[in-house]
């Protein structure tokens, strides 16, 4: 799944290398508590991830679908420590092996599976 293979690197050593999985002209959406984050095309995306501070978070996905061109993922986010800090939900269209529409939605307070308390 290429949502899934997004998400790890951008977990990874090389966040930016993610946006090798998408499309040029990709338009996204992703919601976090308090903000939207809008864009379209891999430079606005790359403006987002450069942005992020760098935390330590992962995105665990807990459960994955895809349907045709659609991809879904569902799961928690950890910080470095363990501690979960919420839950996500992202859904991906891929066109020509790349995401061209993304969305996420990213909750603190309600998820599916219980967060880890860390160590």
């Given at each position: 799944m290429i949502i899934?293979?997004?998400y790890g690197r951008l977990d990874g050593?090389?966040?930016?290398s993610g946006l090798d999985?998408?499309?040029p002209d990709v338009e996204f959406l992703i919601a976090i508590p308090g903000q939207d984050v809008r864009g379209s095309g891999r430079a606005d995306l790359e403006a987002y991830v450069a942005g992020r501070p760098a935390v330590g978070r992962r995105h665990h996905v807990h459960r994955r679908a895809v349907d045709g061109d659609l991809e879904m993922v569902h799961g928690i986010v950890t910080e470095a420590d363990g501690r979960?800090?919420?839950s996500f939900t992202a859904t991906a269209l891929v066109t020509d092996g790349l995401v061209s529409r993304y969305q996420a939605f990213f909750?603190?307070?309600f998820g599916m599976f219980a967060l880890p308390e860390g160590s």
């Open positions: 899934e293979d997004y050593a090389d966040p930016l999985l998408v499309a979960g800090t919420g909750r603190p307070d």
